[in-house]
């Protein structure tokens, strides 16, 4: 499979050739390094014109370490005293030029200080404020990251986390350092290049949305057809029955982050529903999944199902389970499915379910927080869909409303969110970061809108945007982007109407835009073909702001004003 | 020491652009002319060897030992035979 190319710059202050070579070698993308010698942090960060900055990356990785900022962080490691004053503004210094080459990528990405090599201080001095050095370290990162922490699209990464998980005697290589000045392990740059990945998809909203849970032995012990719910191990005094616990507080966490959940069981269905509802120290109800599938039918077959029923891709999913077989069988028939290698020891869940990064995101929006009940509520209306006759009878019986607003600052996380995340009803597939799209927005010729519905079962949220670019009394249709989970209910033909509508009161004739194909946008180009707009050799498209309306059904719409900008 | 050696080679592999990937043979050259390895990777080889030693025999390998003589160097089977040699002399 060809890998998405992702261009990164690496300013660092100790010899990066290893961390280089290891992510050239990475699977998950193909990384494109600009990188400069190390040890020229401060020469490249203030100089605009460097050869570096000439083009705009994807990421800047800029890491440091502390005494290469600061000097005076050095003398403690001479066991001198340090002043924490010259401390802050040798730190303040170094923020000052990371804000000033924070335009030239579209993220910025600082590893938090750690040591270059352990040095394990007296216990006695280690905090103390003049000569300790894991004070003064502290305090460093504690500043970096009030100075730091509100700057978009900059994020500061946990070094410590990767100390921590390599254990400090594998992740420095003293070798290494006094032949090369690298001061990390490989296994130790490993960590990082797994973790940026993931970070990376995270921000391009490739993360992981589903996951899908076993029950027997995955959420609870023991197997609840044979011993019953009273005699299923979790909470309680019992060690293993606490493991369980923890790892489902564990994973109703990652729901009230967004992650929506699904139960995929080989059991009988009434069996298990019934220990779901009645063990008292369950943690997850029956409420947090989204749809389940406990039956005797084979794994794969369920998840595909599941999958279907919520208007999802496979890529999205994320599928636990205790048994070897089942995971081994979920691997071969679904490669997109990402199946973790559970541990043995149901102890060891929740720290493993911990270190998985592929559900980790960078910031939370409201829809996050509530995108289980939105997708319930579209398990319902698949159901529902699957018992009448025909697309429009079942649209009618929504009572679908769809609202639709000038672009407002507090919606604009999610509309970010939307143009950098929708791949397959996108038009354009134009991608910008928050700073580009407020600029752009900004610009009078330009309008956009979101998009948001709601019908009986639910309100979805905010689930499109759209927008164009007057000039010359023609409007060019920039975005036209639609979540997939709500495609095919004539929102995408509300959309359409509401430009029509727009650009005739403001005696713009007429409406052009061009359809660009991606690997993942047919859906966009059917719905183009459908309205006769384009067709496969044909990609550009125009119509006038007076031609025929479209059917709209019963579709209650609440507009914004006409008024162009 | 045979094992040693090949993990150490795989553990470099990860390091190096595909063309350049050594292949686990004793005929395989390391230095010289006929090698592609770089001071670096020479150096990563090393590290990974010393490494696994510790890990697996809880031999010690210092970088001075190896540098003694460039021949121990020459080939992935000249390395395998200076280190079986080595630590066979250090237990007699």
């Known amino acids: 499979m060809k890998k998405n190319k992702v261009s990164i710059n690496i300013i660092s202050s100790f010899n990066h050739a290893n961390f280089v070579s290891l992510l050239k070698n990475s699977s998950n993308f193909d990384w494109e390094v600009n990188e400069v010698n190390y040890n020229q942090v401060f020469q490249t960060l203030t100089n605009s014109n460097a050869k570096m900055w000439k083009q705009r990356s994807n990421v800047t990785l800029i890491w440091t370490t502390p005494e290469s900022i600061s000097s005076e962080f050095q003398k403690l490691q001479n066991k001198n005293e340090a002043n924490s004053d010259i401390i802050k503004k040798d730190v303040d210094y170094f923020c000052s030029c990371i804000r000033s080459i924070k335009k030239y990528s579209d993220i910025v990405l600082v590893p938090n200080w750690i040591l270059k090599q352990p040095n394990e201080t007296s216990l006695a001095f280690a905090y103390s404020k003049g000569f300790g050095l894991e004070y003064n370290l502290s305090f460093m990162n504690y500043y970096l990251s009030e100075q730091l922490n509100k700057e978009k699209n900059l994020y500061i990464l946990n070094s410590s986390k990767w100390l921590l998980n390599c254990g400090a005697s594998s992740a420095y290589s003293s070798k290494l350092w006094y032949l090369t000045k690298t001061p990390f392990s490989n296994n130790f740059f490993k960590q990082v290049i797994s973790d940026l990945s993931n970070l990376y998809e995270s921000i391009k909203g490739l993360s992981k949305k589903l996951l899908i849970l076993d029950l027997d032995d995955t959420l609870w012990g023991g197997i609840v057809g044979e011993v019953g719910w009273k005699n299923l191990r979790i909470g309680g005094h019992d060690h293993l029955g606490e493991a369980f616990r923890d790892f489902q507080i564990q994973i109703k966490s990652l729901k009230n982050q967004g992650i929506i959940l699904a139960l995929a069981s080989k059991n009988d269905e009434i069996t298990a529903i019934e220990a779901i509802n009645s063990h008292p120290e369950m943690v997850l109800s029956m409420e947090d999944f989204v749809a389940h599938r406990i039956n005797w039918e084979d794994k794969a077959k369920n998840i595909v199902d599941i999958v279907d029923e919520l208007n999802l891709g496979l890529q999205s999913v994320v599928f636990f389970d205790d048994s070897p077989f089942e995971r081994t069988r979920v691997r071969a028939t679904l490669p997109e499915v990402l199946v973790p290698e559970l541990p043995k020891d149901p102890e060891d869940y929740n720290t493993f379910l911990s270190k998985l990064r592929c559900f980790d995101k960078t910031y939370i929006t409201d829809e996050d927080k509530i995108r289980g009940n939105l997708y319930k509520s579209e398990s319902k209306r698949t159901k529902l869909k699957q018992q009448l006759k025909s697309l429009s009878d079942w649209i009618k019986t929504l009572d679908l409303t769809i609202i639709i607003e000038n672009i407002k600052n507090e919606n604009t996380p999610r509309a970010v969110q939307l143009l950098n995340k929708t791949n397959q009803m996108n038009l354009s597939t134009r991608r910008l970061n928050e700073r580009e799209f407020n600029k752009w927005v900004q610009e009078d010729k330009n309008n956009l809108w979101t998009i948001r519905a709601a019908d009986k079962f639910g309100d979805y949220g905010i689930v499109g945007i759209f927008s164009i670019s007057i000039k010359d009394n023609v409007a060019t249709l920039v975005d036209f982007i639609l979540s997939c989970r709500v495609v095919g209910r004539y929102i995408e033909e509300t959309m359409i109407e509401f430009l029509k509508e727009f650009c005739y009161e403001n005696n713009v004739n007429k409406i052009k835009g061009k359809y660009k194909k991606t690997e993942k946008n047919s859906l966009c180009y059917y719905f183009f073909n459908k309205l006769k707009l384009i067709d496969s050799n044909q990609h550009s498209f125009e119509f006038s702001s007076n031609q025929k309306k479209l059917n709209l059904l019963n579709i209650k719409v609440k507009k914004p004003t006409m008024e162009k900008k | ?92």
């Open chain 2, 1 to 92: 020491m045979k094992e040693i050696v090949k993990r150490s080679i795989e553990e470099l592999n990860e390091l190096l652009p595909k063309q350049k990937e050594l292949s686990i043979e004793k005929t395989t050259p390391l230095v010289g002319e006929k090698s592609s390895l770089e001071s670096i990777d020479l150096v990563n080889l090393f590290v990974c060897l010393e490494k696994n030693l510790k890990e697996k025999k809880n031999h010690t390998l210092t970088f001075d030992e190896i540098l003694q003589n460039i021949e121990h160097l020459k080939t992935v089977g000249s390395l395998e035979l200076f280190l079986t040699k080595k630590f066979e002399n250090e237990k007699k």
